[in-house]
T-cell receptor, first 116, second 111 residues
Framework: NAGVTQTPKFQVLKTGQSMTLQCAQDMNHEYMSWYRQDPGMGLRLIHYSVGAGITDQGEVPNGYNVSRSTTEDFPLRLLSAAPSQTSVYFC???????????????FGPGTRLTVL | GQQLNQSPQSMFIQEGEDVSMNCTSSSIFNTWLWYKQDPGEGPVLLIALYKAGELTSNGRLTAQFGITRKDSFLNISASIPSDVGIYFCAGPGTSYGKLTFGQGTILTVHP
């Protein structure tokens, strides 16, 4: 299994540009999520999905869109990039409740985004 | 909202020393998770705790679920250079599947 994969690994954007960060998992996990990591802030949840066709907002959703058309994929879209969105973005997945391990999330390697 | 406070924020130790770090919550958790993040990589789950008072080991790592259910501890024995990284505690957030993370403890090990 490849686990959770993310592309691209690095990206530089200009203010106002749009782009999509890709995330895929091959573990048949129902739950997927996006986090951003900033120095001293830990990991903050952007959006999450409990299954195909179902998404919801996390703590910092503004400026980001998501969709979940398949179990495997969960792309994150930046509609109009801003310098405040410079960060490292992580995708994660896990089994769903009532699995005993539904809180145990597996993380991808991250995408390092710089917005100029 | 829920908050997790980790301490210390950073540690500088000599190879071979033992390490202790802890995490406290403003509310009761029914699960505690400990992750490690290597430089340039995503977090990797080290230990999951599901029961108050539970003590679980993973090699040189030992974690405990506090009796009050508001804290957890991680110990690393006989540290080695590859222990370098950021250690995060995490617990279930306010909604299904959402995790709340601590700010992380940065560990540096000098050979």
């Amino acid at each position: 299994n490849a686990g959770v994969t993310q592309t691209p690994k690095f990206q530089v954007l200009k203010t106002g540009q749009s782009m999509t960060l890709q995330c895929a998992q091959d573990m048949n996990h129902e739950y997927m999520s996006w986090y951003r990591q900033d120095p001293g802030m830990g990991l903050r949840l952007i959006h999450y999905s409990v299954g195909a066709g179902i998404t919801d907002q996390g703590e910092v959703p503004n400026g980001y869109n998501v969709s979940r058309s398949t179990t495997e994929d969960f792309p994150l879209r930046l509609l109009s990039a801003a310098p405040s969105q410079t960060s490292v973005y992580f995708c994660a997945s896990s089994y769903s409740w009532p699995s005993h391990s539904y809180n145990e999330q597996f993380f991808g390697p991250g995408t390092r985004l710089t917005v100029l | 909202g829920q908050q997790l406070n980790q301490s210390p924020q950073s540690m500088f130790i000599q190879e071979g020393e033992d390490v202790s770090m802890n995490c406290t919550s403003s509310s009761i958790f029914n699960t505690w998770l400990w992750y490690k993040q290597d430089p340039g990589e995503g977090p990797v789950l080290l230990i999951a705790l599901y029961k108050a008072g539970e003590l679980t080991s993973n090699g040189r790592l030992t974690a405990q679920f506090g009796i009050t259910r508001k804290d957890s501890f991680l110990n690393i024995s006989a540290s080695i250079p590859s222990d370098v990284g950021i250690y995060f505690c995490a617990g279930p957030g306010t909604s299904y599947g959402k995790l709340t993370f601590g700010q992380g403890t940065i560990l540096t090990v000098h050979p």
